[in-house]
């Protein structure tokens, strides 16, 4: 998505040669207008799909999740973290946090994700995709159907492609970082 491959070239900055910040537009300060584009895009290419449901995880995926399903006209759930009042029956999976250190618990409610459903994963970052890979299994384990993992940026030189794609899960990004070097983002157009 070439406006968000041009404002990563241009405007992120890059920690190490790991972590991508796009705070003053996505993780920190939101800007409306641009998010909802996002969202839009990511939703003509998830709409093949026919989800019921976007299932995202707190706290920095619920404003992609929102857009993206308020441009599906479908509810947005997302994993609560930090265990926790929730309905019982809910389902819970123990994720290490990428960017804080430390782990999370990720918490669904069997109330909000139902056997019926037709799932999309919608996340601000995949790097090792351990918050996706849970998310698949806890709405897997609601009995309900999973048919596409999306991602605002995608991080290619980490594990979450290989291991979502291992689920048998198809991916869809907006932006495909293959390095960071030199205080830069490297990226690759993806191919539209
Ligand atoms: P994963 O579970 O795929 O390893 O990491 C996914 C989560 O970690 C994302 O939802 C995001 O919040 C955070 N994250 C991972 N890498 C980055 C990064 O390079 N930049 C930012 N801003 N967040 C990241």
Redesign the pocket.
Known sequence: YAPLVRRIEAEATVIGDQ???IDHFL?HRIEPRFITEMGGELARRLAQFEPSVVLTAEA??IAPGLVVAQALDIPLVYAKKYAPQVESPAIARV?PS??KGGETKLVLSQRYIVPSDRVVIV??????????VALIEMAREAGAQVLCASFIVE?RFQQ?HAAIEALGVPLATLAQVEALENGRALLTQPAD
Request: aromatic fraction near 4%; charge should be positive; hydrophobic fraction near 30%.
């Open positions: 972590v991508l910040k993780n920095s995926g994720i990428p960017t996340d601000d970052f995949l790097s090792n995709g351990r918050t996706a991080k979450g």
